[in-house]
């Protein structure tokens, strides 16, 4: 994470995600809605989130915390015609729309959970929402084969990999040397449930089903290595096995 955001941490009353305080009356809290980035919408160069948020007793922040750890204030004060379609005629709804923006650089690649919380100005705090993004190269695991594994019988290289930009190739090498491109495209829904909204999800399983004849007798790693349509390439997992013949 880039210096800045490590400065506007320190100087954050809470530099972690503020937990609600006890019961608190449901007309004092606030309320509000995160209409972007959408499910599964790719990341582009600057990362936007962006919504709206209401209180009986006026807005004193919309806070974005970034692995439950704070990451900036949102803007306030913009206008918002979602929020005047929901709640026409509610104080403070011309201008309760809430806007931050950022490089995707200043996260590190990999997964990231992202909350928003809107704090009113009697500090009772309601989160609006939280979800799982992937930030930056080609993200995802080697499943198979494991680390150190014998094998004497036909076995699969497989896993899965997804690109907020888009998954471009899959590559496996051997050795260092080029080896072969997986199938594509195969269903995972075990990534879809653990990153709803990223692109591709369901279907961002690979394989490659090899046999020991393809492999001289001996040790051998194996690498796998994803590449986004945008050129990024992000290596997806390493193993060294031992070929028996």
């Not at 923006?101 to 200043?106: G, H, L, Q, S």
């Amino acid at each position: 994470m880039l210096p800045i955001f490590c400065v506007l941490c320190l100087f954050s009353a809470s530099c972690v995600r503020e937990e609600p305080r006890g019961h608190v009356p449901e007309d004092e809290l606030p309320f509000g809605q995160v209409l972007e980035p959408k499910p599964g919408q790719p990341l582009g160069r600057a990362l936007v989130i962006r919504g709206w948020a209401l209180s009986e007793y006026g807005i004193q922040k919309v806070a974005i915390y970034e692995d439950r750890a704070f990451l900036a204030d949102a803007k306030l004060g913009l206008t918002s015609p979602e929020a005047e379609k929901a709640q026409p005629g509610f104080p403070g709804v011309a201008h309760a729309g809430w806007r931050f923006e950022a490089d995707p650089r200043i996260f590190s690649t990999g997964p990231h959970e992202l909350t928003v919380q809107a704090r009113s100005k009697t500090g009772a705090v309601r989160e609006l929402a939280s979800w799982n993004i992937i930030i930056g190269r080609p993200y995802g695991k080697m499943d198979s084969p494991r680390d150190g594994q014998q094998i004497a019988q036909p076995f699969s290289i497989r896993g899965w990999a997804i690109s907020e930009q888009g998954l471009d190739q899959v590559a496996i090498l051997i050795d260092g040397k080029f080896f072969a491109t997986p199938r594509l495209g195969l269903e995972r829904p075990d990534v879809q449930k653990a990153f709803p909204k990223a692109r591709d999800g369901l279907t961002s399983g690979w394989r490659f089903d090899a046999t020991p004849a393809m492999f001289t007798p001996g040790g051998h790693e194996i690498v796998a290595r994803a590449r986004s349509t945008d050129g990024v390439e992000h290596v997806l997992g390493t193993a060294r096995i031992t070929i028996l013949r």
